[in-house]
């Protein structure tokens, strides 16, 4: 019974802010550009036409956006464990240096820029379903923030810490995160296409379809 409440739990926040967000960004996608089709009731006099659509958003965005509230939210409890290792953290300073666990050590030290990537999260994620003006540039930021703390992170546990089960978990979160990174870079990229349709930049030739029309 605890484990459904917890899962119902973790899900219930990163549920209300997608579907909030998808309500507040219902009328942004504006139209883009579908195709072309040829128009007229004879062969000299036909013409082709642009066709547009309704813009949607596209799923790489609304996958970003869910997956970064459901990462998002872990600034709470990731707020609570930093300040209980910084408290062991400090009792440690006292020990020798044989007796100090360097894992606990990284991750106090590294907190600040993980409850930074997660906070950043939760409001990218409102942000991209918006289609705010800055959602692709905050989206590249934010992604490379992560990719980069990471990275890090991962190196220095297995740099001072060695290939130990303990640290298994942190390494297998610390792999998650950098898909999500990637995930938000390809976010970044439907979000400056479906600009690019929207703007009449890089129309596609009579013929063929405008790849930002596809959602």
């Known amino acids: 019974m605890m484990e459904i409440i917890l899962v119902v739990g973790s899900l219930l926040l990163p549920s209300l802010l997608y579907v909030g967000g998808r309500v507040?960004?219902?009328?942004?996608?504006?139209?883009?550009?579908s195709r072309y089709e040829k128009r007229g009731g004879s062969a000299y006099r036909a013409a082709e036409v642009p066709v547009w659509v309704p813009g949607k958003t596209p799923w790489s965005v609304k996958l970003a956006a869910i997956t970064s509230f459901l990462l998002g939210q872990m600034v709470i409890p990731?707020?609570?464990?930093?300040?209980?290792?910084?408290?062991?953290?400090?009792?440690?300073?006292?020990?020798?240096?044989?007796?100090?666990?360097?894992?606990?050590?990284?991750?106090?030290?590294?907190?600040?820029s993980g409850l930074y990537v997660a906070g950043s999260l939760l409001g990218l994620g409102i942000l991209m379903l918006r289609r705010g003006?800055?959602?692709?540039?905050?989206?590249?930021?934010?992604?490379?923030?992560?990719?980069?703390?990471?990275?890090?992170?991962?190196?220095?546990?297995?740099?001072?810490?060695?290939?130990?089960?303990?640290?298994?978990?942190?390494?297998?979160?610390?792999?998650?995160?950098?898909?999500h990174a990637a995930?938000?870079?390809?976010?970044?990229?439907?979000?400056?296409?479906?600009?690019?349709?929207?703007?009449?930049?890089?129309l596609p030739a009579p013929g063929e379809t405008a790849p930002a029309a596809a959602g």
């Open 24 to 33: 507040a960004g219902r009328d942004v996608w504006g139209l883009v550009l």
């Open 78 to 112: 990731g707020a609570l464990a930093a300040l209980v290792g910084l408290v062991i953290s400090l009792e440690m300073l006292g020990r020798p240096i044989e007796a100090m666990e360097p894992a606990i050590l990284i991750l106090t030290l590294s907190a600040p």
């Open 133 to 179: 003006p800055d959602a692709a540039a905050r989206a590249r930021w934010v992604g490379r923030w992560s990719a980069l703390h990471n990275v890090l992170l991962v190196a220095a546990l297995l740099v001072l810490c060695g290939p130990k089960r303990d640290i298994v978990p942190i390494v297998a979160y610390a792999f998650v995160s950098l898909v």
């Open 183 to 202: 995930l938000l870079f390809a976010a970044a990229r439907a979000l400056d296409a479906h600009d690019e349709a929207q703007a009449g930049e890089n």
